[in-house]
């Protein structure tokens, strides 16, 4: 399942497979290879308009892998005092991320991501959100999409389409692509491993969206959250 010529650095052991330190490297690179370029903004975003919570993005903004979703960039830096924009992998996404913000949003970036690379993502996201009065806005296609098929592999599947990517060294390797659907439990598990304080603003339909804080901080308040439709 490893990207072909892989090379043999440290050892990284989750849950009982083992990853090599460039497999990680190379597995961000195969995951950006499968955005999509959109006709419209994305559906998570066009949940959140619908909510209002968008009212809340005039501050500092960060969109994180925002792959081609251009439209979603151009909307999201139309509304933000200060917008920022990275790709999981990004090699100068260090000062980006290093810099605190009031909100953060990211769309399927973790459905694509193996274990040890969701880790590292989470890691990222908790640190870019804002201590005080920051948010996150998370979405992941849930395990009603009947899209994400392939072959099990960890908590995910391996996609049949085999992708072609140049790695950090320059050399040209190749791998198939990871694909994760999450359930509900799942979602808030790996959420509250980062987070202090996480709530579903939609659960239903393809997509899951949770909103993340570090401070019992909630900008919008949704009131049966559980319940929400979504209707686009």
């Known amino acids: 399942m490893r990207a072909n010529n ?3 650095n440290s050892i990284i052991d989750v849950n009982g497979y083992q990853y090599e330190e460039n497999e990680i490297k190379n597995n961000f690179l195969i ?19 619908k909510k209002g919570i968008t009212q809340s993005f005039d501050k500092s903004l960060l969109h994180f892998g ?6 979603d960039c151009d909307y999201l830096r139309s509304i933000s005092a200060s917008y920022a924009e990275i790709d999981i992998g990004t090699p100068n996404s260090a000062a980006i991320l290093g810099q ?4 953060v949003i990211a769309s399927y970036v973790l459905n694509v991501l193996q274990p040890e690379n969701r ?3 989470w890691q990222q996201l ?7 009065n920051g948010v996150a806005y998370i979405c992941v296609r849930s395990f009603k ?12 599947v391996i996609t049949a389409k085999k992708r072609k990517v140049t790695d950090i060294t320059g050399r040209k390797i ?7 659907a999450y359930n509900p439990n799942e979602r808030l598990s790996e959420a509250n491993a980062y987070f202090s304080h996480v709530k579903y603003i939609c659960k239903t339909g393809a997509f899951h969206i949770v909103e993340c804080s570090h401070t019992n901080h909630t900008p919008n308040p949704i009131t049966n959250s559980n319940n929400l439709n979504l209707d686009l």
């Open 66 to 71: 925002k792959g081609k979703a251009s439209l």
């Open 100 to 103: 605190h913000h009031k909100v």
């Open 174 to 180: 190749e791998g198939y692509s990871f694909q994760k």
């Open 145 to 156: 999409d009947r899209g994400i098929v392939g072959k099990p592999f960890l908590d995910g």
């Open 6 to 8: 892989c090379a043999k």
């Open 119 to 121: 880790r590292i993502v």
């Open 31 to 49: 995951a950006a290879t499968t955005a999509i370029t959109r006709k419209d903004i994305s559906a998570p975003l066009k949940y959140l308009l």
């Open 126 to 132: 908790a640190a870019a959100t804002c201590v005080f």
